[in-house]
């Protein structure tokens, strides 16, 4: 071995003595669980038992007020359902209408390359004014026109599901 050079070796540690296993306990095993699961059953229905319904309603005006909310939620749902319907016919028209913007800038910036850079017209206040006015009343008829259409179907759906009902 070459001098001042030391061998990493690390004494050795005396071997723990193998802990003993415990013994079983007298009794049967499966008597102990039985009576440990009984004690943890019983503290569990006392806890419930004693417990007093939290509303204050008797049983029947509690089935009143569940079959009462279970309407109201039936009836928000369908608003719900409505509002995502118009919201989803909503974003498709306004992508549309994106759509179509674009391709008029491009056409209006293809037509004034085309004739040169003093081609610029602008457009009045009063037009623009009036030309908006003009598309704000067409949306607010077009949308008044499609919910007269839907009333006008549920009006003539609910009268034949009430003659079908009443026959």
């Known amino acids: ?3 001042g050079f030391k061998p990493n070796v ?39 038992a004693s417990k007093a319904p939290k509303s204050g309603l008797s049983r029947k005006e509690a089935i009143e007020e569940v079959d009462k909310l279970q309407k109201q939620i039936l009836a928000l749902q369908t608003v719900k359902e409505f509002l995502k319907s118009s919201y989803d016919n909503s974003i498709a028209k306004y992508w549309e209408t994106e759509g179509q913007i674009t391709e008029f800038q491009e056409r209006v910036q293809n037509l004034q390359d085309e004739l040169g850079e003093g081609v610029v017209n602008v457009i009045d206040d009063e037009d623009a004014r009036r030309l908006m006015a003009q598309a704000a009343l067409k949306s607010c008829q077009d949308a008044l026109a499609q919910l007269q259409e839907k009333q006008a179907g549920k009006g003539s759906e609910g009268k034949a599901k009430f003659l079908h009902e009443s026959t």
Do not use: F, H, R, Y
């Open 1 to 3: 071995m070459p001098e």
């Open 10 to 48: 690390q004494p050795v540690q005396p071997v723990q003595p193998v802990p003993k296993v415990p013994k079983p306990p007298l009794k049967d095993l499966k008597s102990v669980i039985t009576t440990a699961t009984k004690k943890l059953s019983d503290k569990k229905t006392s806890k419930t």
